[in-house]
């Protein structure tokens, strides 16, 4: 599928992301129990944030809409588990290969008019280090890619919509997205051969309008690829248990106090 590792850092609240671009607030309403707080450590099957167009009746105009969503795509096909919630045995669909979304069966009814962005301050990945003299693989070194100007960045993403099979037809679906990944340039190649696909502020409405077909030079690009920067991160972002700031910081900056679970 074309994975990149499948972490990343997002800190700004919904209602100030829905401001800072010019779009209605459809997330804070619908979090309901769950934490708008930021979160360092963002894993596959968390509910985030996304940017999406839609329309509120047939014929106006698209606006857009900040929603919260599963990450990890579930296709409207997907059979429902017993505790009536989409069976997910299978693989989690987080990624999509960019040169794949418009002929994959399971993408490329999405491609077409349900395109989405990520939010993110920046993703994590982990840099292989060969092997050690015992002839084990040595520990891979976890490296932090974000927006060097303090900006978000913006990732290319699908959504879906998924209901019970049994479910009322007023029933809220479940809505949930994947990244689009793409092959890594300059020098993000040297850590990881994949990474997720950039949308630049200008081509936002471009990616998203629902009623136009998919922009394959979109596909093809690395918008705002001036703007990430890496630096190296402590080890403490292998686990998904650890969660706070201090995983962002230079791998030389690491907390005497932390322990790696």
Known sequence: ?????????????????????????EATSAQKDSSGGPNYNVA????????????TEPDDESTRRVRLMRWGLVPPWAKSAEDGGPDTKGPLLINARADKVTTSAVFRDSAKGKRCLVPMDGWYEWRPNGELASGKKAPKTPFYMYGGDGEMLFMAGLWSTWRPKDAPKDAPPLLSCTIITTDAAGPLAEIHDRMP??????????????????????????????????????RLVNSVRNNGPELIEPADQEPEQATLL
């Open 1 to 25: 599928m074309g994975y990149m590792c499948g972490r990343f850092a997002v800190t700004t609240d919904p209602a100030l992301l829905a401001e800072k671009i010019h779009a209605i607030d």
């Open 44 to 55: 596959p099957t968390t509910t985030i944030s996304s940017v999406v167009k839609r329309h």
């Open 197 to 234: 696909l950039t949308i630049s502020r200008e081509d936002w409405d471009r990616w998203l309008d629902p009623d136009a077909p998919i922009d394959e030079g979109l596909l093809r690009g690395h918008g705002d690829l001036d703007r990430i920067e890496i630096r190296e991160v402590s």
